[in-house]
């Protein structure tokens, strides 16, 4: 039998997963937030996050389009012209209102290796001055833009919020199987760091029963700590129903223990209760002390850009 017939007759072992890439023409980059928000503008440079992580709760985006919530990981949407109309709308943003870039969507998926939609936009910045940004992420392809990173913090308030949920390498490939290990975001921490950028680590969102022990998160207030972060903060889950659906089965074949909990929890709210949000809030507080970390924005020390004093990327 041929070797082509031998193929063709092979019985299928596993297909692999497929994501679909497009373009996607935005009217605007820089989006208003509601009042009371801790940032003022948010940009996504993508629709749809590759990193799938099950409690995603940006999910619903995706239902704007018409699209199931799955759909989220496998159809990645780069936003057309991100440079140009940030270029147009950045004049909109007034004296010491925050931007917060990476809201509903990592803007260092895997997408951005080859589109770079999160790079055009961070050199835009690069022109400004007096802006205050901050990136969060869970990848550790930020360390492909340090230089310009240094370049926008000379001159502007920066900061770099690497989201760890746990330095559990297991659970932290259930959670979000697609999505650097945790320690390789915490490498990429220590070397913003040591470029002079300045980081936080936040474990959000922080899950009831799987990520919310106090020796979990004290841990890993530690390694941030140790791996050069300023700050840590850290916010509990909520699960609107978009986020339910890939969610609760996720418990059911992992952690069925936690089911009932969750369910009840979650049937009338997408938000956790008064006492636990509470309760988590002073548990951070302490953890946060005790290693000496910060929760609010950076602040503006233009002094620490001495130029000749910071030292090039070979060096880190
Ligand atoms: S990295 Fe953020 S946006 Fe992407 S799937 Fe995970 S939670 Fe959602």
């Known amino acids: 039998m041929g070797i082509a017939r031998l193929a063709a007759e092979g019985p299928l072992l596993e297909a692999k997963r497929k994501v679909q890439y497009f373009e996607i023409a935005a009217r605007s980059i820089l989006n208003r937030t509601k009042p009371n928000m801790p940032f003022h503008w948010t940009i996504n440079p993508y629709r749809g996050c590759e990193f799938g992580c099950k409690y995603c709760y940006a999910r619903y985006t995706h239902e704007f389009m018409e699209m199931a919530p799955a759909d989220f990981e496998d159809k990645i949407y780069a936003k057309s012209a991100a440079a140009l109309l940030l270029r147009q709308e950045v004049r909109k943003v007034r004296p010491k209102e925050h931007i917060a870039l990476g809201t509903a969507t990592d803007p260092y998926q895997p997408a951005e290796r080859r589109f770079e939609r999160t790079r055009s936009i961070l050199e835009v910045f690069a022109k400004e001055s007096g802006r ?97 972060a300023e700050g840590f903060g850290g916010g509990p889950l909520f699960l609107m129903p978009s986020a339910q659906e890939v969610f609760l089965p996720f418990l059911e074949e992992n952690f069925p223990e936690l089911v009932e909990r969750y369910k009840k929890t979650f049937e009338t709210s997408a938000y956790l209760d008064k006492a636990y949000k509470d309760e988590l809030a002073s548990k951070v507080r302490r953890i946060r002390d005790r290693y000496g970390l910060v929760a609010g924005p950076m602040e503006y020390r233009p002094e620490i850009w001495v130029q000749e004093e910071q030292p090039t990327l070979f060096e880190l």
């Open 132 to 228: 205050y940004l901050g990136i969060t992420t869970k990848s550790d392809l930020v360390v492909r833009d340090v230089e310009l990173l240094r370049e926008i913090a000379r001159r502007n308030v920066l900061g770099v919020h690497m989201t760890i949920t746990t330095l559990d390498e297991k659970l932290a490939r259930m959670l979000e199987p697609r999505a650097p290990r945790p320690e390789l975001r915490l490498a990429a921490v220590e070397k913003l760091a040591k470029a002079g950028i300045r980081t936080a680590v936040f474990p959000n969102p922080i899950m009831p029963g799987l990520t919310d022990g106090e020796r979990q998160l004290d841990r890993l207030a530690k390694a941030a700590r140790d791996h050069g």
